[in-house]
């Protein structure tokens, strides 16, 4: 197929592996994933990496995540343990409390014969209820289950289409709202999937007949756009309710308000209180105070605080002025607000006490990073109806450990997440330094390696990043990857514009028309690890997922000379056909449109299928993917590895490994995590030439 867009044609020669579903289609993929997984398993040592890799992860007893502390001691998070494939939810009450299990996907799985995974879940004000969402197999299509925290029984019936979540209890800890996906009946576009999405209210254990619209598109009144995602939370206080309307993956939101009283009657009185224009990327509330983070005139944020009984942004309370430190985020507590900053690349967190008084730093015992309110339905650190705050708190050389910080200001370990005997080498090396790009811009990378690790270019060398919607790539401890330490390796860290390491300015940096920005600031990061002769182009590997795959293709497309092998898992790489998919319409925000020619030109740019060029010599590559990915298609991979296989002249293989189990990574089973990584790393290995790794 050829397209044109305002006057440039644009050649799309796999439009038909759209259609994965094809005989021919489907034939095909299962060549090349059959092909791919026997050639990755020839490599001589990739099953020794397999592992080391097993070890490490099989070397902590459990692994704790997504902590939630709640009045009483009680708390519930996701565990699993050294010998589970599968992250399961518990239930404790006080720190040395027993545990309960209350749900158990590896259960289902030996029902139904298909992985499951836990996608988020919110518990009850007093930890009576548990609402949780569960899908199968990656497609993170959630189903919402409620649970009695105590017996582990489930009340009432599942409700389906709840992708989101966005569930919150009211003050009552019975009646509970979520956000719903629309029902696609026949005839509907698929792009309509994630369209009119709308907030629901129920009481447990009623049917889901019974439940009531309480905010969305669908109240026209409201003037919120079909492509925006409606979320509703309750104050803990029974004084309010806020309504959040998203639009897409734009980090700006809308806010509404309404008398708490008024919702639960079923007829909310919704005013809207912050408008985009506001710049408003995240709030906390406390005693009829709306807390807001803002970047407008604030590059790098400021909080004001709103008085929610005259709300008037042009009467808000400046808390915390713009300066030079980041601020990320901000969570409330019953002794004050925590606030999350980034100084450079380590976070740092300060309490602001309500009413009179300066933030204080809270002095955490590691130099690292954490984050105050989580992704995926992650938990939040507080509770304003408790002091204090729970942190999981990490960096490049020390494992993630759960700490509760007191209102004195105390840090303490909470002993929830057992240490290991690989939790601290003491022969690890991270270092933080600015590589000049090409326009002058200082680009942050973190370099982590074993000590003793010889600066003469033989080092295998693996380059990580990400750099879209603002996230930053923090320091994080990985077991897996001590394995590839092991090896020999050095591994890299990136922060390119894209990212909002220094705040709004350096991600708008990499953002649409200055996207180039973001493979440009990539490539001098490898040109700069060459130079410094931690490794050279034949022995220098790139990785990045999902969006990262926009950052790795094209500095492949750019530099191909540059690489000895490229990487991209579930890869964003075909982006001119992005918004043709259901979850290509809420990320317009982020990328831009084809209906535009700014945007397309945009889109043009970043696209990695769209840039591959007949006759080139292209370094090794291997593509990886779920095939059941909702969020970006599988086809992104098997066109471009189409293409790249026609295309390429360098003789270096082109590989595709897909999982007909998995999506988008989200809810991955520990063998399917660690089976990957051994073939990431053996592959890259194999392809720089080391030792052990040449079949």
């Known amino acids: 197929v050829t397209d044109t867009f305002f006057g440039t044609a644009v050649e799309d020669p796999y439009r038909n592996f759209e259609n994965k579903d094809d005989p021919a289609v489907a034939a095909w993929m299962k060549a090349q994933n059959d092909r791919a997984r026997a050639v990755l398993a020839a490599i001589p040592g990739r099953a020794g990496l397999l592992q080391n890799l097993v070890r490490y992860d099989a070397s902590v007893t459990e692994r704790v995540t997504q902590v939630v502390r709640l009045p009483k001691d009680r708390w519930f998070f996701e565990r699993r343990s050294a010998s589970a494939n599968q992250f399961k939810l518990f239930a404790r009450d006080g720190l040395a409390g027993a545990d309960r299990l209350l749900v158990d996907p590896e259960a289902l799985e030996k029902s139904t014969g298909q992985p499951h995974a836990i996608n988020w879940f919110k518990p009850s004000g007093d930890g009576a209820l548990a609402a949780y969402g569960i899908s199968q197999k990656g497609s993170e299509a959630a189903v919402l289950h409620l649970v009695d925290a ?4 489930e009340i009432g019936a599942p ?72 979320i509703v939370t309750f104050s803990h206080d029974g004084r309010w309710a806020f309504g959040f309307a998203i639009n897409g993956v734009q980090r700006e939101q809308t806010v509404f308000v309404s008398p708490q009283s008024a919702l639960l009657a079923g007829r909310p009185a919704w005013k809207r209180i912050v408008g985009a224009g506001d710049e408003v990327t995240g ?30 942004m042009a009467a808000t309370r400046l808390l915390v002025a713009p300066s030079e430190r980041v601020v990320t985020g901000v969570s409330a507590a019953a002794d004050g607000l925590y606030i999350e900053t980034r100084d450079g690349n380590v976070k740092k967190l300060f309490r602001q006490p309500y009413g009179r008084g300066a933030a204080v730093e809270v002095k955490l015992p590691i130099q690292g990073s954490f984050t105050l309110n989580g992704d995926e339905g992650g938990a939040s650190a507080t509770d304003p109806r408790l002091p204090g705050a729970v942190i999981t708190l990490q960096s490049w050389t020390r494992a993630a450990q759960i ?91 990136a922060n390119p514009r894209g990212s909002s390491v220094y705040g709004e300015e350096w991600y708008r940096g990499g953002f649409q028309a200055t996207k180039p920005n973001t493979w440009n600031d990539f490539i001098a990061s490898a040109e700069y690890l060459i130079a410094q002769r931690y490794t050279r182009p034949a022995k220098l590997g ?37 918004e043709s998919t259901p979850n290509g319409i809420p990320n317009i925000p982020e990328f831009g449109s084809v209906k535009t020619e700014a945007g397309f030109r945009s889109l043009l740019a970043m696209s990695t299928y769209a840039n591959i060029r007949p006759g080139t010599a292209y370094p090794a590559v291997l593509l990886t993917h779920g095939v059941n990915d909702p969020r970006v298609e599988v086809w992104n991979t098997t066109k471009t590895a189409a293409r790249l296989m026609a295309a390429t002249t360098s003789g270096k293989p082109v590989l ?21 990584r051994a073939d990431m790393y053996a592959f890259l290995l194999w392809q720089m030439g080391a030792p052990g790794f040449q079949p």
């Open 283 to 312: 709030v906390a509330y406390h005693g009829d105070t709306l807390y807001l983070v803002s970047h407008k005139d604030a590059p790098r944020f400021k909080v004001l605080a709103l008085d929610l009984r005259k709300p008037d």
């Open 403 to 493: 700490y509760r910080v007191d209102a004195d200001g105390s840090v303490t370990n909470t002993g929830l997440q057992p240490s290991g005997p690989y939790d601290a080498p003491a022969d690890l090396v991270a270092t933080e330094l600015k590589v000049k790009a090409a326009d002058g811009a200082l680009v942050p990378m973190s370099i982590v390696h074993r000590k003793g690790v010889a600066l003469d270019g033989n080092n295998p060398t693996l380059l990580y990043g990400y750099a879209s919607y603002g996230v930053t790539e923090e320091p994080f401890f990985s077991a897996g990857r001590l394995a590839w330490l092991d090896a020999g390796g050095v591994f890299a860290v």
């Open 150 to 153: 105590r017996s582990a029984q």
């Open 159 to 230: 409700i389906g289409r709840v992708d989101f979540g966005g569930v919150d209890f009211a003050p009552d800890a019975r009646t509970f709202v979520f956000n719903r996906l629309q029902e696609m009946k026949p005839g509907m576009a698929e792009t309509d999937k994630y369209q009119d999405s709308q907030v629901w209210m129920l009481k447990a254990g009623e049917p889901e007949s019974r439940a009531r619209l309480v905010f969305g598109s669908a109240l026209k009144s409201l003037g919120i756009a079909p492509a925006e995602i409606p």
């Open 656 to 676: 595709m490994r897909l999982d007909y189990d998995a999506g988008h990574g989200v809810g991955n089973t520990k063998k399917q995590q660690l089976e990957e």
């Open 542 to 578: 790139i990785l990045g997922g999902s969006a990262g795959g926009i950052l790795v293709g094209r500095a492949m497309t750019t530099r191909p000379e540059l690489f000895a092998a490229v990487i991209a898992a579930v890869g964003s790489n075909d982006m001119l056909r992005a």
